[in-house]
């Protein structure tokens, strides 16, 4: 079989993948269809994307999604404020309509001259509608203006990269038009060759040490968010920064605000965890963890 087309995104140096998301991004390409990433928060899903252009040397559209976010935006809007605007305090000549045709990263991505990459990013945000809205105008791919009675042209098909987070489902007619894949949250061995992307100095010991409290809160389910990636790559930066000794990472777990991001997570944790630490009594009574 030629591999053709097939082989196109081999990784950039500072995303780490596995063989299957490779190949789930490469296919996608070649049946030019969109790729649909699920995952939980901080799998890579958002980065994968600017893997993806700087992998194949393309320019990135981000279209981050909202939950009042509607597909025909996503082409263009006719800003009638501005031209309203325009009309009462402005000496400018109002009548060429298209200068009030604002196209939108769908749009923009539909009508560039090169190639392009579109990430179009948590689209579970948006309401029901939206996902099969949006197929059909990427099926489309042209779009016609009626305030200005022009028909856009498509040169190229862009490479369209949707994710989502893991909750949501979707619509199963929207599903059966993508590519899929499912990315995995990082097991420990993953998660080390992310992190030595992000610190590639980083000592093996801090960065065991770290791994192993790391998931090891990620255990507890009585969290309303758990740690994931990004929580864990600000708070190995905190700890090379203050040079926490390494033998106090997993006893004491330094800097847990940057891990837990909930108040109540945080509460949890120092009620049910920072409890079977020894305490001491302060001069005016309180007990304070040491
Ligand atoms: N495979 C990976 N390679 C390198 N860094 C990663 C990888 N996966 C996640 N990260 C890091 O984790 C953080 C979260 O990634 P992000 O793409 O925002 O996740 P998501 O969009 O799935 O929530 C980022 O700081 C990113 O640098
Ligand atoms: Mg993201």
Request: contains cysteine; aromatic residues 8%; negative net charge.
């Amino acid at each position: 079989m030629t591999t053709d087309g097939f082989d196109k995104f081999k990784g950039s140096h500072d995303y780490v993948t596995s063989e299957a998301l490779r190949n789930a991004v490469n296919v996608a390409i070649a049946l030019k269809r969109p790729l649909l990433v699920r995952g939980e928060p901080g799998t890579g899903k958002t980065l994968l994307a600017h893997s993806i252009a700087k992998g194949i040397d393309k320019k990135l559209i981000v279209w981050n999604i909202k939950s009042t976010t509607k597909a025909q935006e996503g082409l263009y809007v006719y800003d009638t404020v501005q031209r309203l605007n325009d009309s009462r305090f402005g000496d400018k000549d109002i009548s060429d309509i298209r200068q009030y045709i604002k196209l939108g990263k769908l749009g923009e991505a539909f009508v560039s001259k090169e190639e392009i990459v579109l990430l179009i990013d948590e689209i579970d945000k948006a309401d029901i509608e939206f996902p099969n809205d949006l197929l059909n105008e990427i099926d489309e791919m042209s779009f016609y203006i009626p305030e200005t009675g022009e028909t856009t042209v498509t040169v190229h098909r862009p490479i369209v990269v949707i994710t989502s987070n893991a909750e949501k489902e979707l619509p199963d007619a929207f599903l059966r038009r993508c590519i899929f894949h499912y990315i995995e949250f990082p097991d420990p061995a993953l998660m080390e060759e992310i992190i030595k992307v992000h610190f590639p100095d980083i000592r093996d010991n801090l960065l065991h040490q770290a791994l192993a409290t790391f998931y090891s809160l990620r255990k507890i389910d009585d969290f309303r968010k758990k740690p994931s990636t990004s929580e864990l790559i600000d708070w190995i930066r905190v700890l090379i920064a203050s040079s926490t000794p390494d033998e106090v990472i997993p006893s004491e777990i330094p800097f847990a605000g940057t891990l837990l991001k909930k108040e109540a997570d945080h509460a949890y944790f120092v009620n049910n965890y920072m409890k079977k630490m020894r305490t001491t009594k302060t001069a005016d009574g309180y007990e304070t963890l040491r």
